[in-house]
T-cell receptor, first 119, second 116 residues
Framework: EAGVAQSPRYKIIEKRQSVAFWCNPISGHATLYWYQQILGQGPKLLIQFQNNGVVDDSQLPKDRFSAERLKGVDSTLKIQPAKLEDSAVYLC?????????????????FGPGTRLTVL | KQEVTQIPAALSVPEGENLVLNCSFTDSAIYNLQWFRQDPGKGLTSLLLIQSSQREQTSGRLNASLDKSSGRSTLYIAASQPGDSATYLCAVRPSRYGGSQGNLIFGKGTKLSVKP
């Protein structure tokens, strides 16, 4: 079974530029998550999708961050414009099962992440 | 507000030693607790998931325990190997009113180094 795929693996941009990250979850996984992991910290959830609907985006800085999950499969996370404090690893994860009430009981599988450096 | 703390932040041990990593959380109302491993430049790998009704889970040389009432979990690694060197993260999933679950809240991790 293929794992969660993310691209690019690394990205360096200057502040105020825009950037986009892509995630392809494990086939059949209904739930997709985007996390931000700042160096030395644990991951922090930015947004959770169930199929193509947003379940939780309470910690997403909506003035500059946006995310979408087209057709309930792939997802993109965009930052526009980027700030220095956005430098972090952006992790995508997915979990299986179409029955949302059990989503919490299922393990999340993580991709390798995209390391963003904002200069 | 749920907070997850992991102690120590870093640990260095000689190969073959048994070791314990600690995780504490401030709110005992959790749905489950999960231990992850993170290698440099890579994503997270799930090691063990303990439901709130369980006391422990085992996988190979790993054993995780959960004491929900005291807000603690430990990850025991037996006969450590250099390949165990990584950062170990603990995460809790809060339970919410009505039986729904919140999203994972992570600690900062313990960076383990096993010396040959």
């Amino acid at each position: 079974e293929a794992g969660v795929a993310q691209s690019p693996r690394y990205k360096i941009i200057e502040k105020r530029q825009s950037v986009a990250f892509w995630c392809n979850p494990i086939s059949g996984h209904a739930t997709l998550y985007w996390y931000q992991q700042i160096l030395g910290q644990g991951p922090k959830l930015l947004i959770q999708f169930q199929n193509n609907g947003v379940v939780d985006d309470s910690q997403l800085p909506k003035d500059r961050f946006s995310a979408e999950r087209l057709k309930g499969v792939d997802s993109t996370l965009k930052i526009q414009p980027a700030k220095l404090e956005d430098s972090a690893v952006y992790l995508c994860a997915s979990s299986g099962g179409a029955r949302a009430p059990l989503a919490g009981a299922r393990e999340q599988f993580f991709g390798p992440g995209t390391r963003l450096t904002v200069l | 507000k749920q907070e997850v703390t992991q102690i120590p932040a870093a640990l260095s041990v000689p190969e073959g030693e048994n070791l314990v990593l600690n995780c504490s959380f401030t709110d005992s109302a959790i749905y489950n607790l999960q231990w992850f491993r993170q290698d440099p430049g890579k994503g997270l790998t799930s090691l063990l998931l303990i439901q709130s009704s369980q006391r422990e889970q085992t996988s190979g040389r790993l054993n995780a325990s959960l004491d929900k009432s005291s807000g603690r979990s430990t990850l025991y690694i037996a006969a450590s190997q250099p390949g165990d060197s990584a950062t170990y993260l603990c995460a809790v999933r809060p339970s919410r009113y009505g039986g729904s679950q919140g999203n994972l809240i992570f600690g900062k991790g313990t960076k383990l180094s096993v010396k040959p």
